[in-house]
């Protein structure tokens, strides 16, 4: 019979030394020490139907053996039966992740007494009781927060950093466009349809550059990256480079505003000249159709309507905008071509040169090729699938090294819909280790160890020191469900990985990291490639352990080994505000935590991020438009 296993990475199942004080193992244990075990039989997975915070709390208790799983060593989830070890800064940009490290792991075995076994299941890996409890963090009612009600709401929820870009950009178009017809129509400047058809131009091209991954990741390097040296003021306010999302909705809005003004003007002004040509005819038909597909996509791009009705959202969103880029290119081709006949003779050019002199023709170059561009990087490619759980599947990729708090645009219908996943990069290769301090001789896992191994045990692929990342697909909709029952071999990218809102928890040391359900995967990125960043993590969701495995867990808590995780199967939904606040408050060990970052849900986040901000906590968590 097999000793029972001994986790290297749990904070409570440590070797203990006298007095009950923790003995640190030395760096060559498991390597004097190891062996290879038989793996258990899979167990039986909960029905779990979400991967949210938002998933009842139903408190059914799923019994599950911890002793019969095989554990890992030191970051063996990322580097499966080789050594683990801490990352350079030459080597973070790298990536991590292994293939099946989750199910076919290696332990470090040492026969355990019957008293330190029983010593070892009092301390669960998932504590079954209230989080606040277990932790010693004070469970009493939080302190007020800031300010009256209609202060808070002004500051943090109306007045969010999102709708200020938002206003800034659409109410200084607005303004302007107020002057200009004032002045019009006091008989000073005489605002054109010319004009207001460049404006309408101008707005849409910021709206399309803000939203090219190239633009946006140079914003998280400038602002997310760089800024790290600045006092913590300053970070703060850059932190918020996430809300990038206010100028392509203020831009969009206000460019359909001055579309509206254009389209005024042009009426005016075709109607002063009888009788109407057949190009001027047509340029009416383009025009009205312009403006009913564009108020037809800000109806559906309303935040409300957008939850709701997501998929309408997306096509009409696609396919209108479209539209809208063609007929603006007729609408181009109409007017010039009217600007030319009705030209007087002496000022007449050739309809080739107009549309060289004109600005609208350049701005609509530039946003043709912004729409084309991400389609030319739509690439079919090869994936290796592992199905975590009946709720989790993760997605391998070798065709490229990836960033810390990047996502990636998958698909298997391009036309339809995409969806944007955290990629975990691949860890750096290890360091060769040796039998002992001061030896020479090298100690490798040899081909002889593999097979010696029993048949039962899976194969482990580490993809230690590889190109590529990871993506974890959990259980939130039909698209991601046909994706776990069905995984596929081939998938299609779109794009480049983009950054979001997790680069910018590189900018706070500490940092308490808060993650929902699957929203742990884009957090593994940063554990990946900067694993010396000191941060603090909670994270809630169901059916942790059977779910994502037992390697997960171990990886959290060697990260942080006071790490809160909670599953909300057997303790219900906890109060992450309380919990939060209170981590940030009684933070010393590592430094008083700066900020914490949230990837959850819209719902949870939104709670969260108010719930600690208006308290003075400093606080961060992706938008609807991030």
Not at 122 to 145: C, F, Q, R, T, W
Not at 427 to 438: D, E, L, Q, R, V
Not at 493 to 507: D, S, Y
Not at 551 to 568: E, F, G, H, N
Request: hydrophobic fraction near 40%.
């Amino acid at each position: 019979m097999l000793p029972p296993s001994r986790s290297l990475t749990h904070p409570d199942q440590g070797h203990n030394g006298e007095n009950g004080q923790r003995r640190e193992l030395p760096a060559d244990y498991y390597y004097r020490h190891r062996s290879v075990h038989v793996m258990p039989s899979p167990l039986d997975f909960p029905d779990v139907e979400d991967l949210s915070d938002c998933e009842s709390s139903d408190e059914s208790n799923y019994n599950i053996d911890h002793d019969s799983s095989i554990t890992q060593p030191t970051k063996a989830f990322f580097l499966g039966v080789r050594r683990s070890r801490l990352i350079t800064p030459r080597d973070i940009e790298e990536g991590m992740l292994s293939r099946q490290a989750s199910a076919s792991t290696l332990a470090a075995d040492e026969p355990i007494s019957e008293k330190d076994m029983e010593k070892q299941n009092s301390k669960p890996l998932i504590p079954e009781v209230n989080p606040l409890e277990y932790h010693g963090l004070d469970s009493s009612a939080l302190p007020p927060k800031r300010g009256s009600r209609l202060y808070r709401y002004l500051r943090w929820n109306f007045g969010s950093v999102y709708r200020r870009v938002f206003c800034l950009a659409f109410l200084g178009n607005i303004t302007a466009l107020a002057l200009l017809l004032t002045n019009s129509i006091l008989g000073r400047n005489r605002l054109t349809y010319q004009q207001a058809g460049t404006a309408v131009t101008a707005n849409l091209l910021a709206a399309m550059l803000v939203r090219n991954e190239h633009v946006v990741n140079a914003l998280f390097w400038v602002f997310g990256t760089w800024t790290s040296r600045l006092p913590f003021w300053a970070r703060k306010f850059v932190a918020k480079i996430y809300s990038y999302g206010g100028i392509h909705s203020g831009g969009a809005v206000a460019a359909t505003f001055w579309y509206i003004a254009y389209l005024v003007l042009l009426t005016i002004d075709f109607q002063s000249a009888e009788p109407i040509s057949i190009t001027r005819s047509y340029t009416y038909f383009v025009s009205y159709g312009i403006l009913f597909m564009l108020f037809s996509i800000l109806i559906f791009a309303h935040p409300h309507v957008r939850v709701v009705m997501h998929n309408w959202f997306e096509g009409i969103h696609r396919f209108l905008g479209w539209t809208v880029v063609l007929l603006f290119w007729a609408q181009t081709m109409l007017l010039t071509a009217d600007s030319v006949q009705t030209t007087t003779t002496t000022a007449r050019t050739n309809f080739g040169m107009a549309l060289l002199i004109s600005p609208n023709f350049w701005m609509l170059v530039v946003i043709t090729i912004l729409v084309i561009y991400p389609w030319t990087r739509l690439r079919l490619r090869e994936c290796e699938a592992e199905v975590l759980s009946d709720h989790c599947l993760k997605l391998n990729f070798k065709y490229r090294d990836v960033h810390y708090g990047q996502a990636i645009r998958l698909t298997d219908a391009p036309l339809k819909e995409t969806h944007a996943f955290g990629v975990v990069p691949f860890p750096a290769a290890p360091n060769p280790t040796t039998h002992c301090a001061g030896c020479t001789c090298h100690l490798s896992t040899s081909s002889a160890d593999l097979k010696s191994a029993p048949e039962s045990r899976p194969a482990v692929l580490s993809h230690a020191g590889e190109k590529g990342f990871s993506v974890f697909i959990s259980n939130a909709g039909d698209w991601t469900q046909k994706m776990i029952r069905n995984p596929p071999k081939q998938i299609y990218t779109r794009g480049t990985p983009q950054f979001g809102v997790m680069r910018i928890a590189g900018l706070f040391k500490p940092c308490i990291i808060m993650a929902t359900g699957s929203g742990i995967a884009p957090c593994l990125s940063l554990f990946v490639q900067k694993p010396d960043h000191p941060v603090r993590i909670i994270w809630s969701a169901p059916s942790p352990l059977e779910t994502y495995g037992r390697a997960v867990i171990d990886l959290l808590y060697k990260i942080d080994p006071a790490a809160i995780i909670i599953d909300t199967r057997k303790t219900g939904r906890p109060d992450l505000v309380k919990i939060g606040y209170r981590v940030w408050e009684g933070s010393s060990g590592k430094g008083p935590c700066e900020a914490l970052v949230i990837i959850s849900n819209q719902k949870v986040t939104k709670k969260v991020v108010y719930g600690l901000e208006s308290r003075g906590v400093p606080a961060y968590g992706a938008i609807f438009d991030s």
